[in-house]
DNA sequence: GCCTCAATAGTCCGAAACATACCATCCGAT
DNA sequence: ATCGGATGGTATGTTTCGGACTATTGAGGC
């Protein structure tokens, strides 16, 4: 512990993590992200084993390794830890937030927005559906955070799979019944 | 030019402002950026400069100097880089997009929604002002995807202000009448 | 018992992006 | 004359990205 690092984006997801996990593998952690923030956070995994390794040394997290078996490396945070996740949660941030959508570059640069549409429509849904399913998974049991954020992302989507339909089916001859096939198969 | 490299998200933001001016410096890129893209798109000016001339190298852009004054670099598109910015723009992508909202990943960690409403309020209703300016700036004259672009913005923008508006003011304590306060005026 | 396949679990690395600090020049107003 | 602000540009250490690559484990078929 002890050198001195300065806490990044993906630290305090780590963080996050940890403090709702308790104890957690680096694959615990992908996995967790995977299922929660990754929808709107995506990191790269190999983040999730550096990750943590930099707090271990910066005196964050423990790092102790299970006895047996794969003598996997458990992580936990220390008291350091959970003062930073918590002070970092009451810490208000007017950052700027950026929405990095390849659709929005292209649409912006003059692409055909009938054609993109199409494509965006498809993940929107999608990513849309994934959503609600998964409102409706948590509803119940879930704190408010996840419930909220959840909210939000959703709220996000509707409109913009709203905004592509509009842009979707009438590029400039109007008039006849597409016959939506957008099969879903994977 | 020749050393192969491939194009990046940044690469693409630079051609097609290219593509727009012609020719340009990286200081009016930089201009171009903050006053387009830039509002959804951020990133540092140093890569306006690194990043024409990792595109001269490959020969997707000439780079060119100003014979007295500053000297400054001129850039502007070859053949091979409005190839590939055309292409680029023609190229469906399903590409997932990244909204990395700090203030939505607190939320989600269960940082108070009440409090972080408050500094999320003020600055999504400034960028809502500031588009709804640019809307009407660019209304006459503007070309269509700079247009949808702000569009798209601008809703993503009024719906984030809904959202947190629905969670400024009434902390815990639920009960009454909600004004339903979403007018939907421009 | 052996094999295979999917899920699990992790490492590594070059290239890109980031953030920022720093430097230099020009020009108009005091 | 000089000061400040806009202009214009470079440099650098850290982080992130993105994916290739390698094991290990356990369940099910044969």
Redesign the pocket.
């Known amino acids: 512990m002890s050198d001195e690092?300065?806490l990044?984006?993906?630290?305090h997801i780590v963080l996050g993590l940890l403090s709702m996990a308790g104890e957690a593998?680096?694959?615990?952690l992908k996995q967790m992200v995977s299922a929660t923030v990754g929808h709107f956070w995506?990191?790269?995994?190999?983040?999730l084993?550096?990750?943590p390794a930099?707090l271990a040394r910066a005196g964050y997290v423990t790092e102790t390794r299970e006895t047996e078996?794969?003598r996997?490396?458990l992580y936990s945070l220390t008291t350091r830890g959970r003062q930073a996740h918590e002070s970092w949660l009451g810490v208000l941030t007017p950052e700027p937030y950026m929405l990095r959508d390849l659709a929005l570059l292209k649409l912006f640069f003059g692409a055909d927005a009938h054609q993109l549409a199409e494509v965006q429509l498809e993940t929107h849904r999608q990513k849309l559906a994934e959503y609600e399913t998964l409102m409706e998974q948590t509803a119940a049991y879930s704190s408010a955070g996840p419930r909220l954020a959840l909210d939000l992302g959703t709220r996000h989507e509707r409109q913009t799979v709203e905004f592509w339909e509009e842009h979707a089916s009438q590029p400039k001859m109007a008039p006849a019944s597409r016959s939506p096939n957008t099969s879903r198969g994977s």
């Open positions: 690092i300065e990044t984006h993906t630290s593998t680096p694959y615990d995506s990191l790269p995994h190999s983040q084993y550096a990750e930099r078996g794969r996997r490396k």
